[in-house]
């Protein structure tokens, strides 16, 4: 993925923005504005230390209670490395590389599309897509984006997300209630499955791991289901992406060591993946956005 994080390089870390009521206010550790940037002093990596960038209001990927599936992921790759697990902190939006890897701040993201070429990444260890979702109780029966039960209620969906493509080229817009992409702050991030729940919406079409996280804490039953490629149509409408970790491009060295450790827990990597509810397909090796 090229380095405007073509479509979902942004979405795989800043998808979560959505939220009706307030979040939790938390203290997290401060930036230090006079160190990272080129020119002044600058963190030396310490190789004993396994530190991870990382968003701290940001489930179900991160939080600052280590409490998201990356938190737990990094645990095991900290463990597995024998090295202290340590966090740099930012909100992640625009500038999150710039002042955290880039900046010598901190030394592996643990979440980020494969095909992104500004870092270096792992091997793939797990690959999602979009999906429709919906209160069971509708009895609705949604495969695809001619279904008619899309036509039959307001669909909620990110605006200039990959799946505002199809949407747009089987002419339901007009059903359309668009949310943010710019992650707002003062909103936790189940903002689309909150508003689902509560009937505001008939339909919501997401990014993967954070419906299916969503979904499966929710006392309303919900069905989720993973949205059919579009790319073939329209790369712009990819809907499936490959996730890795990453490091800097120099860290060839670290990369190694990450990738021989997500081959060794690969089962309890996905063992994570399952209790949050990350909806999961087959990884397909090569994949990128400018791949049909």
């Known amino acids: 993925m090229r380095t405007t994080w073509n479509l979902l390089g942004a979405f795989a870390m800043l998808f979560a923005t959505q939220g009706v009521v307030f979040a939790e206010e938390i203290d997290i550790p401060s930036i230090n504005p006079d160190e990272g940037r080129i020119?002044?002093?600058?963190?030396?990596?310490?190789?004993?230390?396994?530190?991870?960038?990382?968003d701290p209001d940001n489930m179900p990927y991160s939080n600052i209670k280590l409490e998201g599936f990356e938190d737990?992921?990094?645990?095991?790759?900290?463990?597995?490395?024998?090295k202290k697990l340590t966090y740099?902190?930012?909100?992640?939006r625009q500038g999150f590389l710039r002042n955290t890897i880039n900046a010598m701040r901190c030394d592996v993201i643990i979440g980020m599309t494969s095909d992104f070429d500004g870092l270096r990444t792992s091997k793939p260890y797990y690959r999602s897509g979009h999906v429709f979702v919906w209160r069971k109780d509708s009895n609705y029966d949604i495969t695809n984006?001619?279904?008619?039960?899309?036509?039959?209620?307001?669909?909620?969906?990110?605006?200039?997300?990959?799946?505002?493509?199809?949407?747009?080229?089987?002419?339901?817009?007009?059903?359309?209630?668009?949310?943010r992409l710019q992650r707002d702050l003062n909103l936790p991030t189940s903002f689309i499955i909150d508003d689902?729940?509560?009937?505001?919406?008939?339909?919501?079409?997401?990014?993967g791991p954070i419906a299916g996280y969503y979904a499966k804490q929710s006392k309303v039953p919900l069905e989720v289901r993973l949205i059919p490629e579009y790319n073939k149509v329209n790369l712009k409408g990819k809907e499936y992406w490959?996730?890795?970790?990453?490091?800097?491009?120099?860290?060839?060295?670290r990369m190694k060591l990450i990738n021989e450790s997500l081959e060794r827990n690969k089962?309890?990597?996905?063992?994570?993946?399952?209790?949050?509810?990350?909806?999961?397909?087959?990884?397909?090796?090569?994949?990128?956005?400018?791949?049909k």
Do not use: H
């Open 39 to 54: 020119g002044e002093v600058r963190r030396v990596a310490d190789e004993s230390e396994f530190k991870v960038c990382s």
């Open 267 to 291: 089962d309890k990597i996905n063992a994570i993946l399952k209790d949050y509810g990350i909806p999961t397909v087959p990884v397909v090796e090569g994949d990128s956005v400018y791949k």
């Open 242 to 253: 490959n996730i890795s970790v990453a490091v800097r491009m120099k860290d060839k060295d």
């Open 145 to 179: 984006w001619d279904s008619p039960d899309l036509k039959k209620g307001i669909i909620g969906i990110v605006d200039k997300s990959p799946a505002t493509i199809p949407l747009n080229d089987f002419n339901l817009m007009t059903n359309a209630r668009p949310y």
């Open 72 to 82: 737990k992921i990094a645990q095991v790759l900290a463990d597995d490395l024998g």
């Open 196 to 207: 689902l729940v509560k009937g505001d919406i008939d339909v919501a079409v997401m990014w």
């Open 88 to 92: 740099q902190y930012a909100y992640n």
